[in-house]
């Protein structure tokens, strides 16, 4: 048994196939990693494995420079409240797409769902004003993009 997804005739659970995808992220195979994630999102729906599987979804997707369909994996797992480090890390992953895929919606989006998360840290809060800022000024407008880093 490899890293790669489960082949034909193999037992597996969701587990095992989890624990396939990160073996591969690891080693740099998003293509194995992707098969494998997505068969936990197709086969093991509502389980404790779809949740991390959708992002690590936008982890491999991110690591390709594929910014849309990273984008989605993030939002997805942004939209599950199951794991709320995970939802954090998702949105703030999220902005990083936007911000490198040139989509400074996707930022403001991912950081006005931060900043209304309860219990944001002071880092947490002052790099969310940063990403702000710098999506408005990319946005061109000046006037906020000032006020978001005067903040910060």
Do not use: K
């Not at 599950?80 to 890390?89: G, H, I, Q």
């Not at 002071?122 to 800022?133: C, G, H, I, P």
């Amino acid at each position: 048994m490899g890293a790669g997804p489960a082949t034909e005739g193999d037992a597996y659970d969701a587990g095992l196939l989890f624990e396939r995808a990160v073996t591969a992220i690891r080693a740099g195979d998003c293509d194995a990693a992707l098969a494998a994630l997505d068969r936990i999102l197709r086969e093991f729906p509502n389980t404790r494995w779809d949740h991390p599987a959708q992002y690590n979804r936008g982890v491999c997707h991110q690591r390709a420079t594929r910014w849309p369909e990273a984008a989605e994996a993030y939002r997805a797992a942004a939209g599950d409240p199951r794991d709320a480090s995970l939802v954090r890390d998702a949105w703030f992953r999220l902005a990083v797409v936007g911000e490198l895929g040139a989509q400074p919606q996707w930022v403001l989006d991912a950081t006005a769902a931060l900043e209304a998360r309860p219990g944001l840290s002071f880092t947490d809060r002052v790099e969310v004003l940063a990403r702000r800022a710098a999506a408005r000024l990319q946005q061109g407008d000046l006037g906020a993009a000032d006020a978001d880093a005067a903040q910060a």
